[in-house]
C-alpha cells in the first residue's frame, strides 16, 4: 500500500484529516509533527476514532537533515499533505521574522524532499489571508490578491508563488492549493477539536473557553464597514476541511487536474460577522457569553467570504455543516475538555 506523508498531524485540521484518511481510504499514513502547538495525545484521540496504526515522526521540517533521516525507512511515498505551519494572525505581527523563517522553510526542505525522492501529489494549506482586502466579495480563486494585512497572510502568498515556480521547473510534480477559510467546529462525536497548547488567538476556542470560564473575549471592533459593523468571515467545518483533502488527493491520484497546479477556495460562501458567531454560540449551548468590545485587531481584513463553485465542480465537494452545527461541536469538545 502506498504512503501519504502528512505534516501536522497532530494539529487541528491535520489531526481531522488523518481521522478521514485512516477511516476513508486505505492509504499507509506517516504524520511528521513537532507539537511546537500541539500535544502527542492529539494522536490518541485519531487512534481512538480510527481504530488504525499509522507512524508518526517527531521532528522539526526547518531541519532539512532531520527530515531526510527520519524519512529514509519510509517507501512507496504517493503525496504529502503539507499543514505544519504557524497560523497565528497577531504573533505573525508580533514576530514576523520567526513566521517567514518556520512557513518557508518547512515548505522548502518539503519540496527539495519531493523531488530527491520524486513524489508527485502535493497538497498546500493556504489561506483566504492570501486575498487581503479584496475590492470585491465573494472572492473567486481569479481575484486579484492585494497586499497581505499580516506577515502570516504573506507567507502563504509566498508559499503559493513558491509552488507555482517550483512546478514550472519541475514539471513531474502535481499540486493542489487550498485556501481555507475559516475552519472552525470540531469532530461531531466531541472527542476531537482545536486544542493548541499555546493560549488560543482565534475566535471559536476563546468563545468555548469564555463560556466556562477559562477566558474572556473580546471583540476586536464593531465599528466596520459592514452590515452590523463587526468583521465579516466565512466560517466552514473542520470536518468538511478535512474532507476535501480526501477529495483534492484522489484528485490528483486520478489525474483529473487540468493545471499543474491547481487552486480552491474551501468555504461555504457564506459572509457571517463575529456577532452572528457568538449569537449561534448563545443558542446552541443555551448559555450567555459576557464578552466586551475592544479596539481593531492589528492585521485583520475587514470582510472576506468565498465563491466555492470551483471546489464543488472540480472536486465534488459540498460543505454539509451549517454554522450552528460549527457551534454545537466546538462546544461539545471544549465540554469533553473540561470532564477529562
Ligand atoms: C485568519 C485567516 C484564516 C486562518 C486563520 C488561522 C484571514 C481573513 N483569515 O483568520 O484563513 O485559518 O487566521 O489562525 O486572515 N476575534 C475577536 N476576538 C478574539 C479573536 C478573534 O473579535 O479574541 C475576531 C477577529 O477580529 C476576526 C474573527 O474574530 O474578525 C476571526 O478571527 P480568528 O479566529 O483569529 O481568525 P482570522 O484571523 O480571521
Redesign the pocket.
Known amino acids: 500500500m502506498k504512503t501519504i506523508i502528512v505534516t501536522g498531524g497532530a494539529g487541528y485540521i491535520g489531526s481531522h484529516t488523518l481521522i478521514e484518511l485512516l477511516n476513508k481510504t486505505d492509504y499507509n499514513i506517516v504524520s511528521i509533527d513537532n507539537f511546537s502547538n500541539s500535544a502527542a495525545n492529539s494522536y490518541d484521540r485519531v487512534k481512538a476514532l480510527t481504530k488504525r496504526e499509522f507512524q508518526t515522526i517527531n521532528i522539526d521540517l526547518c531541519n532539512e537533515n532531520d527530515l531526510r533521516q527520519n524519512l529514509s525507512n519510509v517507501k512507496d511515498i504517493l503525496g504529502i499533505i503539507h499543514f505544519a505551519a504557524f497560523?497565528?494572525?497577531?504573533d505573525s505581527m508580533a514576530d514576523p521574522v520567526l513566521y517567514y523563517w518556520n512557513n518557508i522553510n518547512s515548505l522548502t526542505n518539503l519540496l527539495k524532499y519531493a523531488k530527491e525522492k520524486q513524489i508527485k501529489n502535493f497538497i498546500f494549506s493556504s489561506?483566504?489571508?492570501v486575498?487581503g482586502n479584496a475590492d470585491e466579495l465573494p472572492v473567486t480563486e481569479e481575484t486579484l490578491l492585494k497586499k497581505a494585512?499580516?506577515p502570516?497572510?504573506h507567507t502563504k502568498q509566498i508559499g503559493e508563488d513558491i509552488i507555482e515556480f517550483f512546478s514550472k521547473s519541475n514539471p513531474w510534480l502535481n499540486a493542489v492549493i487550498l485556501?481555507?477559510?475559516?475552519?472552525?467546529g470540531a469532530h461531531l462525536s466531541g472527542t476531537n477539536g482545536e486544542s493548541p497548547i499555546n493560549k488560543p488567538?482565534?475566535?471559536?476556542p476563546?468563545i468555548t473557553q469564555t463560556a466556562v470560564g477559562k477566558n474572556s473575549?473580546?471583540?476586536?471592533?464593531n465599528d466596520y464597514s459592514t452590515p452590523d459593523g463587526?468583521?465579516?468571515?466565512d466560517y466552514i467545518h473542520v470536518t468538511d476541511i478535512a474532507d476535501a483533502h480526501i477529495k483534492a488527493f484522489e484528485y490528483l491520484v486520478k489525474q483529473k487536474n487540468k493545471k499543474k497546479v491547481s487552486l480552491f477556495n474551501l468555504g461555504t460562501g457564506k459572509g457571517v460577522s463575529?456577532l452572528e458567531?457568538i449569537k449561534s454560540f448563545e443558542k446552541v449551548s443555551k448559555t450567555k457569553l459576557n464578552y466586551t468590545v475592544?479596539p481593531?485587531?492589528a492585521?485583520?481584513?475587514v470582510a472576506?467570504y468565498c465563491d466555492n463553485t470551483l471546489a464543488r465542480t472540480e472536486l465534488g465537494w459540498t460543505p454539509e455543516f451549517d454554522l450552528d452545527n460549527m457551534m454545537l461541536t466546538a462546544w461539545k469538545w471544549q465540554q469533553n475538555l473540561e470532564n477529562n
Not at 485556501?179 to 472552525?184: E, H, K, L
Not at 473575549?217 to 471592533?221: A, I, Q, Y
Not at 463587526?230 to 468571515?233: I, P
Open positions: 497560523k497565528s494572525v497577531p489561506s483566504c489571508s486575498y494585512e499580516s502570516y497572510g485556501r481555507y477559510f475559516n475552519p472552525v488567538n482565534n475566535l471559536v476563546i473575549l473580546t471583540v476586536f471592533g463587526y468583521c465579516v468571515r463575529v458567531v475592544g481593531r485587531r492585521g485583520d481584513v472576506v
